[in-house]
């Protein structure tokens, strides 16, 4: 069985950074108004995240 080190299997993923740019290009394709109901259904960080904009946001 081949080993593989910790740090080899981190470096293989996009950075988080990535993911929060590719977050807030989605979110700024909302209108405002959307946006505002979707921080709104967030619940202060409680809320189920059920669907992908939810999750961007």
Do not use: W
Not at 12 to 39: G, N, T
Request: with cysteine.
């Amino acid at each position: 069985m081949k080993s593989t080190t910790t740090m080899g299997i981190i470096q293989s993923f996009p950075s988080f950074d990535y993911y929060l740019v590719k977050a807030r290009r989605c979110i700024s394709q909302f209108s405002q108004k959307r946006q505002d109901e979707l921080k709104d259904m967030l619940n202060h960080g409680k809320a189920y995240l059920n669907n992908s904009d939810l999750l961007d946001m």
